[in-house]
């Protein structure tokens, strides 16, 4: 038989956390409610773009970084916006997204360059990026205009068709300040320019106020992670919001055995039973995307009651406490994350990192299937 573990994918979650992000933009902005770009990338947080693709079939647009996935979408049916999020690498792709109709992203006065140098069968729709204060990508406040104005240009040559504008937020996750300003150097630097803004992360586009801030009557949000079950907030859960998980990361039992009292478990003996205690070996380790630097005590859930993780985790096995669950045995369900157990955020939380991380690092060994 297979080895006991598995990802499980559930669109119907992916739908309805999109229709809880709409609703609260909706009750943020009513009457004039921005359209939502449901973010795909690295194959939609891990969860495949296919099961993304059925999730948020109810999306106004699908956003993401590579262009293969971007065919995928369109080979597959989606006959929406796509929008590639760092835009093109090099000129033999401007006909690719012009053939697919796929928009792009400017950033950098090169890929400027490159259109200029294009000769396109039919205009691709853009968003010329500014660097608010990420300091990643995009043109800076001062550079803003004239670059803008070059693509606008492009527009008048039919190179390019809808030209609108964007920015990204460093820390709409915890710093309201730093976010208004990073909004108020965008609303300035982009005052009286036309077409389409998109500027809210996961973290905006659920914080009331900041989706309406923008006042602009085209806008659209980019939420992300929330569209998959888990928070942007390390102080707000996804439940919080009404958010479903969206992947479990489940495995069963291969073992139990007694460990006597002061014997260690694991590579490095890393922990010591404090007492004779009940163990239990789970099909699961940093082979499958499981984080090897998950400590003792992670949460996890055996047969629905929660325990914790012990020991150092394996390639392919990681440890269990069963204390808590004395009727376990070989065979017994563990939840790792998801659906049934703890969140993944609790998770990431407990290895000091983000569940967006966990969502995107299961492996491709690991079978999966879709309800």
Known sequence: MPRPILVTVDTGALSHNLQQVAQRLSQDAPGAAPFVWAVMKSRGYGHGVAAALKGFAQADGLAMLDLD???????????????LLEGFFEPADLEILSHYCIQTTIHCTEQLEMLESALLRTPLDAMVKLDSGMNRLGFQPAQYR???AR????????VLGSVGKMTHFARADDDVAVT??????????????PGPVSVCNSAATLTPGFAAAVGAANQWVRPGICLYGASPFADKPASHFGLLPAMTL????????I???GEAVGYG???????????????????DGYPRHAPTGTPVTVDGIETRLVGRVSMDMLAVDLQPIPDAHVGSSVVL???GGPSVDAVAQACGTIGYELLCAVAPRVPRREI
């Open 69 to 83: 996935e971007a065919i995928q979408c369109r080979e597959a049916g989606w006959t929406g916006p796509l929008l």
């Open 146 to 148: 004239a670059a803008f």
């Open 151 to 158: 693509a606008q240009a492009l527009h008048t040559s039919g």
């Open 180 to 193: 208004r300003a990073q909004m108020d150097c965008f609303i300035q630097a982009t005052q009286g320019l």
């Open 250 to 257: 489940s495995a069963r039992l291969i073992s139990t055995h």
């Open 259 to 261: 460990v006597p009292a």
């Open 269 to 287: 003996q890393t922990f010591r039973a404090p007492e004779a205690m009940k163990i239990g070996i789970v099909a699961c380790g940093y082979a």
């Open 337 to 339: 994350w998801g659906q």
